[in-house]
């Protein structure tokens, strides 16, 4: 079954610590994509990769940072830096380019900085 | 700034019962609408792309207003398992980059 893969789906971490979310995916998929998402609030863009080895920020990159070595994965890490981390962290891919191509969401890392 | 605006929720209706929700957009170019669909706690799953001409698929009906900025989602036959966060969804042009979420309407089903 092709589809995308998000690890882990929960996450507790310690203030200050990085933690590193995997996403994986077998769509054959050329752009992937990290969202964060708030309690109440519409989902927003931290990076975006539309082929391997090349990446850009998207509306709240600030405090993260990700890479594109395979088509197939798109790793997001939560540095330090981001100041409210806790959040539901949703990746996604697309076939190409945009249009009215759509996205196919990944089941989501939920992570709780204590 | 690109903004997409929703119906504030809940909508809290009966089985049975039709209802529609509403989405407005700041930018007079975009090109491509969605309609998603979320679970609590879940993942956001595609209900329905939204096209020019307006498109049905069974009981989900969708329209495009493009001179009012105005995308709707008409949902007859409310079923228990309709409940859940419907989220517009607004691409501006055929970049990456430009998709805009709403904040999504939430819908509840009651017996």
């Known amino acids: 079954d092709g589809g995308i893969t998000q690890s882990p789906k929960y996450l507790f971490r310690k203030e200050g610590q990085n933690v590193t979310l995997s996403c994986e995916q077998n769509?054959?998929?050329?752009?992937m994509y990290w969202y964060r998402q708030d309690p109440g609030q519409g989902l927003r863009l931290i990076y975006y990769?539309?082929?391997?080895?090349?990446?850009q920020k998207g509306d709240i990159a600030e405090g993260y940072s990700v890479s594109r070595e395979k088509k197939e994965s798109f790793p997001l890490t939560v540095t330090s830096a981001q100041k409210n981390p806790t959040a539901f962290y949703l990746c996604?891919?697309?076939?190409?380019?945009?249009?009215?191509?759509?996205?196919?969401f990944g089941a989501g890392s939920r992570l709780t900085v204590l | 700034r690109k903004e997409v605006e929703q119906d504030p929720g809940p909508f809290n209706v009966p089985e049975g019962a039709t209802v529609a929700f509403n989405c407005t957009y700041s930018?007079?170019?975009?090109?491509?609408f969605f309609w998603y669909r979320q679970d609590c706690r879940k993942e956001p799953k595609l209900l329905m792309s939204?096209?020019?001409s307006g498109n049905e698929d069974g009981r989900f009906t969708a329209q495009l207003n493009r001179a009012s900025q105005y995308i709707s989602l008409l949902i007859r036959d409310s079923k228990l398992s309709d409940s859940a966060t419907y989220l517009c969804?607004?691409?501006?042009?055929?970049?990456?980059?430009?998709?805009?979420f709403g904040k999504g309407t939430m819908l509840l089903v009651s017996p």
């Open positions: 996604a891919s697309q076939v190409g380019g945009g249009g009215a191509n759509v996205l196919t």
């Open positions: 769509l054959n998929h050329d752009a």
């Open positions: 990769s539309q082929i391997v080895n090349d990446f």
């Open positions: 930018n007079s170019a975009s090109q491509s």
């Open positions: 939204v096209y020019s």
């Open positions: 969804v607004v691409r501006e042009n055929s970049g990456y980059s430009t998709l805009t």
